[in-house]
């Protein structure tokens, strides 16, 4: 099923919808909210190919392409010194601690590209805008 199937995006929208709905009534809230697993293997196809073992020599690794402080801070360390040296399921298990902390923001142009995050990526056409400075001495 392509990535921008309707069924994809029903099953991105209902994932989204249990990160933010409350606990139903009469049922106990769960600690932490998982999110399908087609939704992290269409993540996953966007950043590295699908590939849960990469190690590209971009200073990300893994499947979902985290940086590795971010690896540590969300717990990562407790399955792999590296990401690609974890399992698919580990991976998205620190995935899930970094959704809970930073987002989809986390994967800006993936996280968009599979509709969990609406809007267009950058400039009003989708282009990336120039740099611009930033204070009184940027040039």
Partial sequence: MPIG?????LAALAAALL???GP???RQAR?????ADTVWDD????ESGGDWRANTGNGYFGGLQIWPPTWEEAGGLR???RL???SRRQQTAVAEEILRMQGWEAWPVCAREIGM?????DGPDGADEPDRPDGPDAR
């Fill in 31 to 35: 600690a932490t909210p998982t999110v």
């Fill in 5 to 9: 199937s309707p069924a994809r995006v």
């Fill in 43 to 46: 993540l996953a196809e966007c």
């Fill in 117 to 121: 995050i609406g809007g267009e990526p």
């Fill in 19 to 21: 990160l933010t709905a």
């Fill in 24 to 26: 139903l009534p009469g």
């Fill in 84 to 86: 690609n040296l974890a």
């Fill in 79 to 81: 399955y792999a010194r």
